[in-house]
């Protein structure tokens, strides 16, 4: 299975952006779903952005529909999350996750079973 690392977390006044990347080690990454999720502080994690093994079909929680982009190079073994419009209430460590599947489907939340460590997002006001 694959192993997954996230990079591109910092610190963003709010109103800024970031890109988060999510490598991926292996040559299977293009059989993977793949997701994004976010933890604050004292919260349990919480879903952001999902895409499919091909890239065609997304998903977002609607706090971040129309600021963040959720995309994939199958080439590089990569997923993105790009982040626009940031606000303080985006703060908290991102992580990565994956699913192998044989179908092009958004997979369903609690199906996720591969985990990066995480890259902490830290929006100020």
């Known amino acids: 299975q694959v192993q997954l690392v996230e990079s591109g977390g910092g610190l963003v006044q709010a109103g800024g952006s970031l890109r988060l990347a999510c490598a991926a080690s292996?040559?299977?990454?293009?059989?993977?779903?793949m997701g994004w999720f976010r933890q604050a502080p004292g919260t349990e994690r919480e879903f952001v952005a999902a895409?499919?093994?091909?890239?065609?079909?997304?998903y977002y929680v609607d706090s971040v529909k129309g600021r963040f982009t959720i995309s994939r190079d199958n080439a590089k073994n990569t997923v993105y999350l790009q982040m626009n419009s940031l606000k303080p209430e985006d703060t908290a460590v991102y992580y990565c996750?994956?699913?192998?599947?044989?179908?092009?489907?958004?997979?369903?939340?609690?199906?996720?079973?591969?985990w990066g460590q995480g890259t902490q997002v830290t929006v100020s006001s």
């Open positions: 292996g040559r299977t990454f293009s059989g993977y779903a």
């Open positions: 996750a994956a699913k192998r599947t044989s179908v092009e489907r958004i997979v369903p939340l609690g199906e996720y079973n591969i």
């Open positions: 895409i499919s093994t091909t890239g065609r079909s997304t």
